[in-house]
């Protein structure tokens, strides 16, 4: 079971940039997919969960400006991220759980999480 994220970068403010996670080895059907952030000095925190019936969860302080998505077939998540400001600096995780729940209750729970990708870096300057 492994998650390999990817597109990660430096981008200057108000810039764009499109994560993605393909999860290799088993079938992501029915998980839950999630990105999380890691800022320096700061603990890891949901920002945006989709379910296997595509219901979404965003953290505010993404929300209007993150869009994530699935593909099941690709066994992918995606993370469409617009207008890129230095707050959304850190390293990047994509992962997978499963269970009776909903998005904003594991997006809030890192430690529920059974799957984790590698992170990558994104670095926003202004």
């Known amino acids: 079971v492994q998650l390999q994220a990817s597109g990660g970068g430096s981008v200057q403010s108000g810039g764009s940039l499109r994560l993605s996670c393909v999860a290799s080895g088993w079938s992501a059907d029915d998980y839950f997919l999630g990105w999380f952030r890691q800022a320096p000095g700061k603990e890891r925190e949901g920002i945006s969960v989709i379910s296997s019936d595509m219901a979404t969860y965003y953290a505010d302080s993404v929300k209007g400006r993150f869009t994530i998505s699935r593909d099941n077939a690709k066994k992918m998540v995606s993370l469409q991220m617009n207008n890129l400001d230095s707050e959304d600096t850190g390293v990047y995780y994509c992962?997978?759980?499963?269970?009776?729940?909903?998005?904003?209750?594991?997006?809030?729970?890192?430690?529920?999480?059974?799957?984790w990708g590698q992170g990558t870096q994104v670095t926003v300057s202004s």
């Open positions: 992962a997978a759980t499963i269970g009776p729940t909903t998005p904003e209750y594991l997006a809030k729970r890192p430690q529920l999480w059974g799957y």
